[in-house]
């Protein structure tokens, strides 16, 4: 069993900052991938922003310069800083973690509850 916790949302004026945090815990031998997604109202899920384990990072063209994916691997902790918020970053946000779990080392997919950011005067 491993359960991914998020924490961080909520309502933001236009041009201001959150930080999202996602914790992940549980029966876990290592975590490979983490990442963020968010889906707006009317709009189809997205990849916001992913943190591979040794690769680079990635964000949607719409964030780029805007927000920061980071990792704290001695927590299992994924955060996503965001700075110059906009109307349209409005969504529910959601983690995601590829984990290889024990003791049977085979790796799932998990999924976050979700947390909703509201960017708006």
């Known amino acids: 069993q491993v359960q991914l916790v998020e924490s961080g949302g909520g309502l933001v004026q236009p041009g201001g900052s959150l930080r999202l945090s996602c914790a992940a815990s549980?029966?876990?031998?290592?975590?490979?991938?983490m990442g963020w997604y968010r889906q707006a109202p009317g709009k189809q899920r997205e990849l916001v922003a992913a943190?591979?384990?040794?690769?680079?990072?990635n964000y949607v063209d719409s964030v780029k310069g805007r927000f920061t994916i980071s990792r704290d691997n001695a927590k299992n902790t994924v955060y996503l800083q965001m700075n110059s918020l906009k109307p349209e970053d409005t969504a529910v946000y959601y983690c995601?973690?590829?984990?290889?779990?024990?003791?049977?080392?085979?790796?799932?997919?998990?999924w976050g509850q979700g947390t909703q950011v509201t960017v708006s005067s």
């Open positions: 549980g029966s876990i031998f290592s975590i490979n991938a």
């Open positions: 995601n973690a590829d984990v290889t779990v024990n003791p049977t080392r085979l790796r799932y997919g998990y």
């Open positions: 943190f591979p384990s040794g690769g680079s990072t």
